[in-house]
């Protein structure tokens, strides 16, 4: 099981900070990157500002944008291992597949709790992981969607060997409902960014 924060910002020095915080706590982190149009709100680009930075973290890019091809050409010079897209973009998904793997990085594929799990079945013996959102993608603290536990536990029964990440609303009372349904990541961002101490908070995830 693994802890993953996120951040989540439309302000390069908040970003900045937030990558320093976790320099200490954690192994691996998310960037989450929106263009406003694939959801309501809109972050810094990420792959500058990562690119202007230090750091030795494993990097997560989720990009939750509309076009992605059109941003992959620059995050693929950043030092992002793992990139996370929407099955509800217009993506050419079978392409940025190649393109991904092509460049020595993982790629998942993500589900909004709407969206069915066969949107992406033709995909699943090409990529790397599943990643289904629990909330409805935007700016953190969305509402827990309850339904996503069981489409999880259906998908973890059908194709046991694969990867589950689930990113929202992930604290001490979702996560172990999550764990049991088969997930094995956990992006957190709210949780831990609204607590008084992200160190504490961490480490109660990872101790439930």
Do not use: C
């Amino acid at each position: 099981m693994e802890i993953i924060p996120s951040i989540l910002t439309d302000d390069p020095a908040d970003f900045r900070e937030k990558i320093k915080k976790l320099e200490l706590l954690v192994k691996r982190i998310a960037i989450d990157v929106a263009d406003g149009t694939l959801t309501s709100s809109a972050t810094v680009s990420g792959y500058a500002e990562l690119n202007s930075i230090q750091t030795d973290l494993n990097i997560d890019a989720h990009l939750m944008v509309r076009n992605p091809a059109a941003i992959l050409v620059e995050w693929l010079k950043t030092k992002a291992g793992r990139f996370f897209i929407h099955s509800e973009s217009d993506a050419d998904s079978g392409r940025l597949i190649d393109d991904i793997h092509s460049a020595g990085k993982k790629i998942g594929l993500v589900l909004n709790p709407e969206t069915p799990i066969e949107k992406i079945e033709v995909f699943l013996n090409r990529i790397d992981l599943v990643q289904f959102m629990a909330v409805n993608p935007g700016f953190d603290g969305g509402h827990f969607v309850e339904s996503v536990v069981e489409k999880i536990r259906n998908f973890h029964d059908n194709y046991p060997d694969m990867p589950i990440v689930v990113d929202g609303s992930v604290n001490p009372d979702t996560i172990p409902k999550l764990i049991a349904a088969g997930a094995s990541e956990f992006v957190v961002g709210s949780y831990i960014w609204q607590s008084q101490d992200i160190g504490q908070a961490i480490k109660k995830l990872q101790n439930v």
